[in-house]
Structure formats: C-alpha cells, structure tokens
C-alpha cells in the first residue's frame, strides 16, 4: 500500500472518524482506524459499539488532485499516535506507505514516523443499509433540527430511553423531540414526500458527535433506518449510529392546551436578563430565577442567594396578555431554550404558576419548548 495526499484533507478525515473511536472498547481492533486505499481515494473508518464513522477523500475532485501515486491496500493504525502524527508534520503534502508486514512509514518534509500497523482483514466490516425507509434532508435543516432538540436529552442514565432524541414522522411531518423529564424541546418539519419512517430514538451523544462534523452547506443528506440503526450518507461521510431500545414516552399530553397569560418579548433581551439574574441565583444548583409580571408591560426577573445578595431587573416586554403571574424556573432551562428558538421574538405561554410553561418563536409555530417551574417558598 502506498498513496500520497494533501495533509489538510487527511488531518480533516482523520478527526471525523476519531469521534468514533474510544479506548475503552472491549474489542482491541477498534482502539485503531482503518485506512483503505484505491484508486479512487483513500478510506478512513472508525468505530465503537455505538457509532461507526467513515470519511473518504476522493483521489480528485472538480480538478483537484487529493491523492496520488496510489499503490491499494489497507491496514489498520493506532488511533492514539496517528492523528498527533498527522497534525505536527511539517508539510503539505503526505507520504504514506507499508510493507508486506504492516509495518508503516509516514514521511512530510524530513520528518519520518514509522509504526506498527494491524491486519484490516480483521477489523469489523460495517453493515451496508440500503432501506426502503430512506428520506433525504439539507444538511443545514438537518443541524438545526439537532441543534434545537439534543440540548434537553437526559443526561441521567437512570432511564435510557430519555438520553435520545425521538424521531418520527406523523403524515408528512418530521418530528424530532427531546425531553429530560424536566423540560422538553420539540421542532416539526414539512416533508416534501410522505415518508413510513419507523418511530426511532437516537441517542443524544450519536447526534451531537454528528452536528460537529456536518460542515454548514446546503447540500442534503440521505437518512435510512432500520430495526436498529440509523445511517446517515453524505457524498464523502457515512455515520452510523445505534438506536436506543424501547418505548419512548408520550409527550403530547404534557403541552398545555390553553395558556392564562401571554408574554410577547425580545428574546435577547430576555435572555441577558435572566442570564445576569442567575449570577445572583446560585442558592442550589438549578440557578432559580423568578418572574414577575407587572403592570404596563413590565416583567420583573428576580435572582436571590441569601447569602449572597440579589438582583432585580426590570424587561419591558412587546405584550402582555392575561393574568397576573408569578413563577420560578431554572435560569438555565430557560436561557438554553432561548438561544435554541432561533427567533429575535418569543412568545411565551404560562398556565399558572406550577403548571408547564411554553416558549416558541412568535411566528412559528413549528418550534417548541417547554420548562417545569421549580416550587420556591
């Protein structure tokens, strides 16, 4: 095996497919990365038993010579040393060979690394999904879609299921919602065709992982699932992940039907005060903060440690519709649910104050949120 390749598109490769390699894996050929050569580029996969990355680099592309000099092969290397090799040599380009016994050379410049490689015959081949329930996305609605949800997966393992991020369609409707027992988010999608998708839960750490790779682009990418994996296929990256097993819970009854008060407001600066409210709030762990509606628009955000001091900021909100309210929640619930809306203008919607309040963009009613207050005495 022998090619040569541009050390950016390799460095790039390299630390997508890392994201799917863990030390702590109890099969000691996937601590490493395969690499595959061909005449049409090189090949990089990583895998765990939870996610399996693969990144090609094709040999050329819209007249730009990625890799040469191809003689194929494949071989398996040591994730621990490789990407740290990568990273620091010294020029642009990359050359990289092994013998008939895996034992590798890198060379850039006058740097030379030489390692120990393993047989890739040995390394796990990952499954193929070619499903009929396949739909395609833009990426960039893709992202947002995580983006807006896998912030309010439990982090808690005490019930698994709640670490994911459930997807399913409704008619022709894309669903993705997330909740952690305390909060919930939820973001809704047209379809363009009608799609059967199974109700599937991805964990929450699979999606995370792949919003970090997703470059910004409005290309789309192919999702297929099936049983018990979900893929997702770009033109150069394949991303397969686990799904999580059984039921998720039924979210539709937590949504409030009817609200007693409405508060329209700038989310910005709702956010930085209730952001600067929390400085003062640190009396437990959830960062309490109150909310007081007053007359002529006014909203008071309160934060209290008595030991520490207080704050009192005074918003002035767009509109304020209903009754009189006062209610204490996590500043941070609400200051992660701000930023996820995406909107200059939120609406917000109180049912009283014990009960679950809604927070969605003034104009859209495809995003939601939703936040348990906290009971302070």
């Known amino acids: ?89 010294p020029q642009k380009t990359v050359d990289i060979e092994s013998d008939n016994r895996r034992n590798i050379t890198i060379r850039s410049g006058k740097a030379e690394f030489h390692l120990n490689g393993q047989d890739a015959e040995e390394y796990p081949q990952l499954p193929q999904l070619h499903t009929e329930d396949s739909f395609e996305l833009p990426i960039d609605l893709l992202k947002n879609l995580i983006r807006q949800t896998v912030f ?17 369609t409704q008619g022709e409707e894309l669903h ?44 789309t990418i192919e999702i297929s699932v099936t049983e018990n994996q979900v893929l997702f296929r770009t033109k150069h990256l394949y991303f397969l992940s686990r799904l999580l097993d059984g039921n998720y819970p039924e979210t539709s009854r937590l949504i409030p039907d009817e609200s007693k008060t409405i508060v329209k ?23 309490v903060v109150r909310l007081i509606t007053k007359e002529d628009n006014q909203i008071e955000i309160y934060g209290n440690s008595p030991e520490v001091g207080n704050v009192v900021e005074e918003v002035i909100a767009d509109s304020i519709e209903g009754e009189d309210l006062k209610i204490s929640f996590s500043a941070k619930y609400m200051m992660d ?24 963009p003034v104009d859209d009613e495809q995003i939601l949120q939703l936040i348990l207050p906290v009971r302070t005495y």
Request: glycine share 4%.
């Open 152 to 168: 309010a997966v439990s982090i808690s393992e005490t019930r698994p299921i709640l670490t994911g991020v459930h997807v399913n």
């Open 1 to 89: 095996m022998k090619f040569s390749i541009q050390r950016e598109q390799l460095m790039e490769s390299v630390q997508h497919v890392m994201k799917a390699i863990s030390s702590r894996t109890t099969i000691p050929i996937l601590t490493g990365m395969k690499l595959e050569v061909s005449p049409q580029g090189v090949k990089l996969t990583g895998s765990d038993s939870d996610i399996s990355i693969e990144s090609f680099i094709p040999a050329e592309e819209d007249g730009i010579v990625y890799v040469e000099n191809i003689e194929p092969g494949s071989v398996v290397l040591q994730a621990k040393y490789f990407p740290d090799i990568v990273r620091k040599l």
């Open 337 to 360: 649910a701000l930023k996820a809306v995406g909107y200059d203008q939120v609406k917000v919607e109180f049912t009283g104050a014990m009960r679950p309040f809604l927070i969605r």
């Open 176 to 219: 993705f919602t997330a909740t952690d027992s305390h909060r919930l988010a939820s973001r809704k999608i047209p379809l363009e065709t009608k799609t059967d998708l199974p109700s599937v839960v991805i964990p929450g750490k699979s999606l995370t992982e792949l919003n970090k790779i997703l470059a910004d682009s409005e290309d």
């Open 265 to 287: 407001i700038d989310t910005k600066e709702l956010l930085q005060s209730v952001d600067r409210a929390s400085l003062l709030a640190k009396e437990n762990r959830n960062n």
